[in-house]
């Protein structure tokens, strides 16, 4: 039966809980999916026990966290694979002078890009930085390792990182929380010959460092900060695998019945070296098992080079994983079916025929989504004006789909703007257009218009601003604070324009006609021209509906509708279709009663009702 | 034994997976389960693995599910390869089309024919319209509850009802009286579908 203390978690609460229970004190955080639910665990559990609360983007984070553990604060900072790239500014000086606390870096890998725009690894960065990681492969060592990462960082006084991927953090399991750690505030002690990172100190922080980074190769050692277990004998195959990967090795190894001895390092970098060569005495044929780069593999080819070991790598130019997506259990088990010359069954697949019954179904925006409106009158208003549009990442990045087809590029968090500015000075015949949502413009899209205003270019900026930062599941941002309760404080992003010398004007994009006659007057003006879209989430709309009893309306088709699809086209709804009589129907389970369809219809044929 | 839960972004179909997955939890089973949906827009397709044994990963590999419940036909014919041949689907038959789709002219196909290549499988399937079921106990909301009901009543999830009962009134107190009258007509209908 069931042990009383165990409970139910997702990787990412498990993380949370491990922080707090690890005597982390202050926390800071830049949304990002597959990291977001740390800190919004933090916030909802622990806020009594530490200052936790997002920051404007990952550096800011970084360096809060960072600030914190120098002045003796236990503290932690997440974001997800890409965060960490804003982020590394900080991090690679603080990588050579350390904290006086304990600082855990928490970053959440994205494998098979399910919410990135890349597919980053970044152990690389903690080879790179000389940053310690830890990688759990479950639900209770991401518990267990948060806890862990904070003492490591706090006995070294560097930071430590904890990295997490997309299956972990939301994988759902069981775990057996542990008595939380009281750990002691030390008093501010200052140090500028060490936090003054001027080249002089500098210099002497890296041979510092290096001496710290040979203790701990030495410490982890002895440590034994792995696992190890046999499959069958275990006599005949040495396995290295770690995180998520190692999840997978474990079933299709047992599955195949390999006589394997298993190592799974939870700290991966630095390595358990000893063990491994160790080891080797024993194993003439090592299998990697490793998501994306080969990361322990080279690490083990070196060793194998250095320590003159008579070891056979099997790894990733032998197929077992790919460079590329993630791992799944029939992949690995082809694989290693496959080198091994194993029998094994292909899972049965569908036939081409029975697959064209699939129609297709991406994330799509929701029904009123105020975006949608947006792109509607966008559209309408540049239809003659040859437009670029630089994206950004948002919900509305889902704009790139048909209807919309509104966006030309999306690299980056904040890129749109200097884009856009590059594209109006470049290519002027084309009417430059960036889009950015609001809590984008906080995060990196401040310092694109003071490069575009100060450059003077010719751009029109639309800031698609729903009050919420929503493709991350509605956290705050500085100009829309959830919370009356909290200590935030509200900013302006039309007065932080204005102050920039941009020509600004608001308006609610629901309003058809209007957001398209400031489009043309925008047009009309050089120079910056931001206009700020402004209507909140339709998640929004309708939870705010909920708690105060209020109906949202309903839209109804009449007899006036002859099927002309103006409604349906251009809008691409979700509760919007054409029904077998060619007439418009609409889903009132769907609805979100935001009545911007009726809007566009010229044969009153849409009707506004009460539920 | 292994469960997908899919349907479409909105469906509440996490909710479902974490409420089964709590059931085992709380019947003093090891589980273990994922979600896999893109962004977290609503009408995309969600697919959540739970797996009730001694596996690790927390993917359910092609081939080796036991059941799938999908709140939408074409979902779980998306996810049919996951199936053990013999296996079981309970679907919803209410069909969504998503947007996109429509705005690249593509028809829903015929339902008949996503539940012959499921048969075909060959799989056991149980169909139902939960969204008419919940109008005519003239309730507000409890789908995915009607569903868990006929999941329940297969006899395969090896826990007591008592404790599946208890946690849904805990779950939702104010809500016990409605939810529980959704799980018990899942019951009714799979009693229905296996006399006719
Ligand atoms: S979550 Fe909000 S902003 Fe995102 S698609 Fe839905 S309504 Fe639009
Ligand atoms: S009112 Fe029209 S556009 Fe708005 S959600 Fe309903 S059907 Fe969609």
Redesign the pocket.
Known sequence: MKKTNTITLLGNEAIAYGLADGGVRFASAYPGTPSTEIMETLIKKFKTRMNADWASNEAVAMEEAAAAAIAGTDSAVMMKSVGLNVAMDPLMTLALMGVTSAMVIVVGDDPGMHSSQNEQDNRNISKFSGIPMFEPSSIQECYDFAREAVQFSRKFKIPVFLRSVTRISHEMGQLELSPPVVNDIEPYERDPSRFVSIPGNARKNKSRMMKIQREIDEYVQEKKYYREYKIGKGNEYLVITSGSSSTFAHDALSYFGFNAHVLVPGLINPFPSNRFVELCSDYENVIVIEELDPFIEEKITILAYKNKLNINIIGKDQGITSIEGEITGEILMENLARYFNLEHEIPKTLTADQKALLKIRPPVL????PH??SYVAIKKALRKDQPIYSNDIGCYALGFLPPHNTADTLVAMGASIPMATAIAISRPEHTSVAMIGDSTFWHSGVSGITNAVWKGANLLVIVLDNLATAMTGDQPNPSANKDPEDSLVDLSIEETCKGMGAWVRVINPMEYKDTQRLIDEAKAIKGVKVLILREPC?LNVVKEAKIKKVKL???AINDNCNGCKL?ITP?G????SLNEDNIAE??PE?????????KLCNRDA?E?VSR | MNIIITGVGGQGTVSLGHLIGNIAHNSGLRMIAAETHGMSQRGGSVIFHLKIGDERSPLIAKGQADVIISGEPMEALRVLEFLKPNGVVITNTHTILSPVAVQLGMNYPDILDIYRVIEEWPAKLYTLNTGEIIRRLDIPRGENLVLLGVFMKLGIFQVSADTVEQMIINRWPKFAENNLKALHAGYDVLSEQITN
């Open positions: 929701c029904p009123g989504c949608r409106s339709a309306p309903l839209i409604c809008l709804c979700p509760a919007l609409v889903d769907l609805c979100n009663g935001c009545t911007f369809c009726q849409i506004v």
